[in-house]
């Protein structure tokens, strides 16, 4: 049985889908305890992981034996990363801790050309109209508690400010050709390609 479901590791699989190969360096943002990471580092040549809680970063290396792997205990948004220097960029649950805006800009500065950034993120629900996409969340989240049990992430939760519109807008004006998607589970997502060639 999974012990370890829940809204968050339900899209790593996702995730995994959009991931370009081959991929040399991947970027984990908002890392938490490494889960996502270490299945990126499956499929990439190195990754970087970087969550400014030290406690999950701290349960990260203690369970990592991969040494591919850096972990980084950091604010996204000001520690220094080169720029156009990853194929690959991914981030689950993240994004509505941070500036979302800025973080967006910075993701696509730090991507090469070609590459893709890969989003799982909330946003607030607006009533009535997403009232019944919610409702069904609800039960398709009953559902998989019963058959796969659940386990709450240790990192820090945070209501998102924005709703979805908002963030589809957002998106669509900072990264031209974005695909944003509504998901079950109060979560969306969002993938897409630096314009240009991959060297």
């Known amino acids: 049985m999974q012990l370890d479901w829940n809204y968050n590791t339900h899209y790593h699989r996702w995730v995994l889908s959009v991931m370009p190969q081959p991929c040399g360096h991947a970027l984990d943002v908002g890392c938490g305890e490494g889960a996502l990471t270490r299945q990126i580092a499956s499929f990439a040549d190195e990754v970087t992981a970087i969550d400014r809680s030290s406690a999950c970063i701290d349960n990260a290396h203690t369970n990592e034996t991969d040494d591919t792997i850096e972990y980084v205990l950091g604010d996204f948004l000001t520690f220094p990363l080169a720029p156009a220097s990853f194929d690959f960029i991914a981030s689950i649950a993240a994004l509505h801790h941070m500036d979302e805006e800025l ?26 109209a997403d009232l019944p996409r919610d409702a069904f969340s609800v039960v398709f989240d009953g559902a998989h508690r019963l058959g796969t049990g659940y386990k709450e992430s240790m990192a820090p939760q945070l209501s998102p400010v924005h709703s979805y519109d908002e963030l589809r807008r957002m998106a669509a004006r900072l990264l031209p050709g974005c695909h944003f998607t509504r998901r079950l589970l109060w979560r969306y997502s969002l993938v897409w390609v630096k314009p240009g060639q991959a060297p």
């Open 103 to 128: 973080a967006l800009r910075r993701m696509s500065n730090l991507l090469k050309p070609g590459g893709t950034l890969a989003i799982i993120g909330l946003g607030k629900s607006r009533y009535p």
